[in-house]
């Protein structure tokens, strides 16, 4: 029997398919609900509830408790070497993030780089702060328009630079745009350099959307490479991003010098694994 007739001859698993489809609708969306499945995947409520309970246990999914969301952990689909890099990375993070989230009552993220675009590793979200959209802030926020992102092609080497900002210029997507303006990017990075912080394309939303929020981040670095970013978002209804700067900038700062001397201490490999 040839390979070909054996596979014809192979029953499909449905449940593996279901399961599938789930992690790609959640994978789509970066944060979903249980409901916003239901609707993408037409699965009932319980059949979701099996599969997502299985997906968690596999490490593939998270629930975010604050925001009753579902999204993809740092692991999914990521080999192991660069899994445990990330994970390494937020264990020595852990302290002087914790230090951070005394002083700012406000959402704050760990993002690295992964590929064209920022990965949030673990999110610090104080249940006595005004929460933020889990889906608007991103579980992988894009390069050229979140604060994680552009504060990384900031303060990254400029080889690097070049070469993500030759793969985001062939993207067609409409967050990567400014790729093609090497103007907007030399301004944003002259910027970032003079001020020490980078904040969130303010173009990303509008000015009466009720999605739109501020944030700034600051660089985690070893040598010349950023090994990762932090970043501090917050309504602008409440804040104007004088007064985040004003107030907090200093506190970002202090939690990325933290980090770096904790990354130092412990011999941390500033340049992830292939991934």
């Known amino acids: 029997m040839s390979d070909t007739q054996g596979a014809q001859g192979v029953k499909s698993i449905d449940a593996l398919r279901r399961g599938l489809e789930v992690m790609l609708a959640i994978q789509r969306s970066s944060a979903a609900t249980l409901s916003e499945l239901s609707r993408q995947t037409g699965l009932s409520k319980a059949t979701l509830l099996r599969i997502l309970k299985t997906l968690q246990q596999a490490g593939w999914v998270e629930r975010n408790e604050l925001e009753k969301r579902y999204v993809p952990t740092s692991a999914a689909g990521a080999p192991g070497p660069l899994v445990e890099w990330r994970a390494r990375l937020s264990a020595l993070a852990a302290q002087p993030r ?30 006595n702060g005004l929460a933020v959209n889990y889906r608007v802030l991103g579980f992988r926020p894009p390069m050229l328009m979140s604060s994680l992102g552009r504060c990384y092609l900031a303060f990254c080497p400029e080889d690097e630079r070049r070469q993500l900002l030759a793969a985001l210029a062939r993207s ?44 700034i981040s600051v660089p985690v670095r070893l040598d010349e490479r950023v090994v990762g970013c932090i970043s501090c978002a917050w309504l602008p209804a409440v804040r104007s991003e004088r007064d985040m700067v004003a107030q907090h900038l200093a506190d970002l700062q202090a939690a990325a010098q933290g980090i770096e001397r904790k990354l130092r201490q412990a011999g941390f490999e500033p340049t992830p694994p292939p991934g």
């Open 98 to 127: 914790a230090t951070l989230q005394r002083k700012v009552p406000w959402p704050t993220d760990l993002g690295v780089r992964d590929g064209s675009a920022m990965l949030i590793l673990d999110a610090h979200r104080p249940i």
């Open 172 to 215: 067609p997507h409409q967050v990567d745009r400014d790729a093609r303006r090497p103007e907007n990017v030399r301004r944003m990075v002259a910027n970032a350099r003079a001020q020490g912080y980078v904040s969130r394309d303010p173009t990303a939303t509008s000015m009466d959307s009720p999605d739109r929020f501020g944030a």
